[in-house]
């Protein structure tokens, strides 16, 4: 079993960055890709980012891509989303999401998922 918590939301100004970050425990995080999806209101949830096993290769949604960074630190069971150049359009609950087989897109359907974290970006 593997519990997910994100921190690191909060309230910005476009333009303005934040830094979340998602913590599992319960088992060998290297073993887990990682993605990070989010949901505003009235929208269905969407994917962001994700993070291949043991630090490897990244994807990124095209609204995202050269302003998010995805990394993770394995030491301390931590993947952290850099979020840059925020556009109120960013705003949403974000979601971090981990699983053994899945990856990329495919970890819409992941077997773990965190509470979420609020992200607003006023404009």
């Known amino acids: 079993q593997v519990q997910l918590a994100e921190s690191g939301g909060g309230l910005v100004q476009a333009g303005g960055s934040l830094r979340l970050s998602c913590k599992a425990s319960?088992?060998?995080?290297?073993?887990?890709?990682v993605g990070w999806f989010r949901q505003a209101p009235g929208k269905e949830r969407e994917f962001v980012a994700a993070?291949?096993?043991?630090?490897?290769?990244?994807d990124y949604a095209d609204s995202v891509k050269g302003r998010f960074i995805l990394s993770r630190d394995n030491a301390k069971n931590t993947v952290y989303l850099q979020m840059n150049s925020l556009k109120p359009e960013d705003t949403a609950i974000y979601y971090c999401?981990?699983?053994?087989?899945?990856?990329?897109?495919?970890?819409?359907?992941?077997?773990?998922w965190g509470q979420g974290t609020q992200v607003t970006v006023s404009s």
């Open positions: 993070i291949r096993w043991y630090g490897g290769s990244t």
């Open positions: 319960g088992r060998t995080f290297s073993s887990l890709a």
């Open positions: 999401s981990a699983d053994p087989f899945r990856t990329g897109t495919a970890l819409r359907s992941a077997t773990y």
